[in-house]
T-cell receptor, first 112, second 112 residues
Framework: GENVEQHPSTLSVQEGDSAVIKCTYS??????FPWYKQELGKRPQLIID?????GEKKDQRIAVTLNKTAKHFSLHITETQPEDSAVYFC???????????FGSGTRLQVQP | NAGVMQNPRHLVRRRGQEARLRCSPM?????VYWYRQLPEEGLKFMVY????????ESGMPKERFSAEFPKEGPSILRIQQVVRGDSAAYFC??????????FGSGTRLTVV
């Protein structure tokens, strides 16, 4: 089955800096890659997603890139703010199967 | 639209009791998924259901766990004879026909 690895496990940046989180996946049939933000004690919230027919997608300060050949995808957050502090999870799925395989999470701390 | 509704938010059970977790999907969503999250870990897929059908239960433990999504009413995740290792947050998600989950707020199960 699918295996998703996520790095780093913790990331501390200064307010205003950029943050990058990287994930690799194993199943070449995976074609849907969402990113979720989870604040302490709350539900995961979808922040951005990308499909395998697209190499990059942006939404304001957040961008995701996908390299299908290398089987890795990354989340980029620019101009970080303290409210960006949370745990971020990447995930992958084969659209036909629908179940998401999640990475182990990255705890992002933005220092004011 | 009330979002994905899960109840109860917190559930305490003694070892050997049954736990019953409920999930009402978003209006218009016909796909329901259950995930388990252990402390400090990512979410692990358990089961994917549509109305009256289990589509994918590859993540469900073979014993003590069952799920249903009846024609009327919420989806139910049932854990019989709970053990301490069942303590976790259980998240339900729903989606329309295409990709893009919305998660509920979760049920935090504590087994004492």
């Amino acid at each position: 089955g699918e295996n998703v690895e996520q790095h780093p496990s913790t990331l501390s940046v200064q307010e205003g800096d950029s943050a990058v989180i990287k994930c690799t996946y194993s199943d070449s049939a995976s074609n849907y890659f969402p990113w979720y933000k989870q604040e302490l004690g709350k539900r995961p919230q979808l922040i951005i997603d990308i499909r395998s027919n697209v190499g990059e997608k942006k939404d304001q300060r957040i961008a995701v890139t996908l390299n299908k050949t290398a089987k890795h995808f990354s989340l980029h957050i620019t101009e970080t703010q303290p409210e960006d502090s949370a745990v971020y999870f990447c995930a992958a799925s084969n659209g036909g199967r629908r179940a998401l395989t999640f990475g182990s999470g990255t705890r992002l701390q933005v220092q004011p | 639209n009330a979002g994905v509704m899960q109840n109860p938010r917190h559930l305490v059970r003694r070892r050997g009791q049954e736990a019953r977790l409920r999930c009402s999907p978003m209006k218009g969503h016909s796909h329901v998924y259950w995930y388990r999250q252990l402390p400090e870990e990512g979410l692990k897929f358990m089961v994917y259901l549509q109305k009256e059908n289990i589509i994918d239960e590859s993540g469900m433990p073979k014993e003590r766990f069952s799920a249903e999504f009846p024609k009327e009413g919420p989806s139910i995740l049932r854990i019989q004879q709970v053990v301490r290792g069942d303590s976790a947050a259980y998240f339900c998600a729903s989606s329309p026909d295409e990709d893009g989950y919305t998660f509920g707020s979760g049920t935090r199960l504590t087994v004492v």
